[in-house]
């Protein structure tokens, strides 16, 4: 599956920005998807993602509340509504997709990557 991520940007802190990532593919609805972020000179983060049907959502500690993952697997897009945006949340952010059958935060269990779409938030 090829993954292709957008609607990054930049914005002031408080306000909102809405990720997509669209894949190809017919067996979209067969992959768990997840959203990682990196910062400069950071590590690849998790965080959000969201199982099959959509059903089950995990977020890290950091974005619960403000972020929601969601997905429509009719369009083979998933995602990420981010809200009071934070000069901590900048970061490029990819999409994934784990072959896995369960929601995951981990890096290893996700098979297929995007390129990254920048998010740049102003204080």
């Known amino acids: 599956v090829q993954l292709q991520a957008s609607g990054g940007g930049l914005v002031q802190a408080g306000g909102s920005l809405r990720l997509s990532c669209a894949a190809s593919g017919r067996t979209f609805s067969r992959y768990v998807m997840g959203w990682f972020r990196q910062a400069a000179r950071k590590e690849r983060e998790f965080v959000a993602s969201i199982s099959w049907s959509g059903g089950s959502t995990y977020y890290a500690d950091s974005v619960k509340g403000r972020f929601t993952i969601s997905r429509d697997n009719a369009k083979n897009t998933v995602y990420l509504q981010m809200n009071s945006l934070k000069s901590e949340d900048s970061a490029a952010y990819y999409c994934?997709?784990?072959?896995?059958?369960?929601?995951?935060?981990?890096?290893?269990?996700?098979?297929?990557w995007g390129q990254g779409t920048q998010v740049t938030v102003s204080s």
């Open positions: 994934a997709a784990s072959t896995g059958s369960y929601v995951s935060s981990r890096n290893r269990d996700y098979d297929y």
